[in-house]
């Protein structure tokens, strides 16, 4: 990762500056919006947890304001359109999931994969955002790991008889991780932002996480190839 100043680097004013952060603002925005109906969601599946996720919901809705907050800052309308089309995939499946109460694939998809996407981003993005976004994005990812850690509390706590089914939401949406990096790979190179970067922030993320949870270095290795065959 550059250690060079953003300043140095970017012009936020410029039209292709502000062309790219349409879609990138509004993928945050379109994320955190996802994520507060996720997680009210996961309180109707998990009611014994419902007060816990209904102020992970309200956090996720004030990061929202933030990140529209930002969008403004640089007079730039995000293309929500875009946003909603990137998430697609994993909306769909997230709601095929809890329609069926698979719970461990929820938290898969929302409590660790979106959110370890969403810590890597962030992280990348921060050394090299204007001050403004700077600032609120660095109270945000100190948040997101407060999601990430419910996630593997929970998971950690039933690995026994949700392991197989993590394994196979693994297969399916550790794919789509690396379509939509994909899909911004130019965007976030003009906002200083390198895939490699991310993909290797991601990992380490989203590898620890199923550490944390209970699989082995071997099973991690086999499970993330599934995402890297894709890219």
């Given amino acids: 990762m550059t250690t060079a100043t953003a300043t140095t680097v970017l012009d936020y004013t410029s039209d292709s500056y502000k062309d790219a952060y349409s879609r990138i603002n509004a993928i945050v925005i379109e994320g955190e919006r996802e994520a507060h109906d996720n997680y009210l969601q996961l309180g109707e599946l998990l009611p014994q947890h419902t007060d816990e996720l209904v102020r992970l919901a309200k956090m996720e809705a004030r990061h929202k304001k933030g990140f529209e907050a930002c969008g403004r800052n640089l007079s730039v309308t995000p293309n929500m359109e875009f946003a909603q089309a990137f998430f697609a995939q994993l909306h769909g ?4 999931a809890a329609a069926e109460g698979k719970i461990a694939t929820c938290l898969l998809i929302q409590a660790l994969i979106i959110e370890c996407f969403a810590i890597a981003a962030y992280n990348i993005y921060i050394p090299m955002a204007d001050p403004f976004a700077r600032k609120i994005t660095e109270g945000v990812v100190k948040d997101e790991y407060t999601h990430l850690n419910f996630g593997e509390v929970w998971l950690k706590a039933n690995f026994a008889t949700v392991k197989a089914e993590l394994e196979q939401a693994n297969r399916d949406n550790l ?3 690396w379509k939509m990096l994909n899909a911004v790979e130019a965007d976030a190179k003009v906002l200083g932002m ?13 590898s620890g996480a199923l550490e944390n949870i209970g699989f082995t270095t071997r099973e991690i290795m086999k499970m993330s ?3 890297l065959t894709a890219a």
């Fill in 93 to 96: 499946n997230f709601q095929a």
């Fill in 175 to 177: 794919p789509i991780v």
């Fill in 194 to 206: 390198e895939k490699d970067a991310l993909v290797e922030d991601f990992m380490i993320q989203y």
């Fill in 225 to 227: 190839v599934y995402g």
